[in-house]
């Protein structure tokens, strides 16, 4: 195998939370800036960063725990209506567990929504290692959660593969040394310049990227 660990993002990598975080963010922008126009082009964005740091870029002038856990509160809903696996997630998850590879996670996301949407969406027994936003000092862009999953693993960097979706998990897994691979399926989009090890287009590739390195 090229790689015998595989850690993944977790949304826009493997759950399409898209709707979910647009719905949400509508809801809170209604109530507290009325008037205030935002794109879907900005808001898709969104995603990646650590919540609390767009919550306290968007609504400065509220408390910062409160508009937190008002987000928390009202995205619980759009979750079950709107948070949808990729197509062929659990197939490829079951593949690469059938071949020996061990599956963790690193997310932006907190721990204890991390592991709610994981059994909401029936994964939870796919992962043996989760790294959340409150596990760790520095979330990404900082690779502090990659240097925990090497530790954990007891594995070289370079049988190691992060699998993500925005800048902030190519930079993170440049900065830790780690092999990455960049999803090109969801609306965002990365810089020319970004030189990830391996772009997929789907998770059917990712059965070949694992197993020899190869690009379909």
Request: hydrophobic share 40%.
């Amino acid at each position: 195998m090229k790689y015998t660990h595989v850690v993944f993002d977790m949304d826009g990598t493997l759950i399409d939370t898209d709707l979910m975080l647009v719905e949400t963010m509508m809801v809170l922008f209604r109530k507290y800036r009325p008037g205030y126009k935002v794109s879907l082009s900005t808001l898709i964005y969104f995603s990646g960063p650590p919540i609390e740091d767009t919550l306290a870029t968007y609504f400065p002038g509220l408390d910062h725990k409160a508009i937190i856990q008002e987000f928390k509160d009202v995205s619980l809903d759009y979750y079950a209506k709107n948070a949808m696996l990729f197509p062929d997630t659990i197939s490829t998850l079951s593949k690469l567990r059938e071949r020996g590879v061990h599956l963790g996670i690193f997310t932006n996301k907190h721990r204890d929504r991390t592991l709610a949407t994981l059994q909401m969406l029936g994964l939870e027994s796919y992962f043996d290692y989760v790294v959340g936003y409150d596990d760790v000092k520095k979330p990404k862009p900082d690779p502090e959660g990659l240097f925990a999953c090497l530790k954990h693993y007891h594995v070289a960097k370079e049988k190691m593969l992060f699998v993500g979706d925005t800048i902030y998990d190519y930079q993170a897994a440049t900065a830790a040394g780690v092999p990455v691979a960049l999803t090109a399926w969801t609306l965002r989009k990365f810089p020319p310049q970004i030189t990830p090890t391996h772009w997929l287009n789907n998770y059917p590739q990712l059965l070949e990227v694992v197993t020899d390195g190869n690009d379909l």
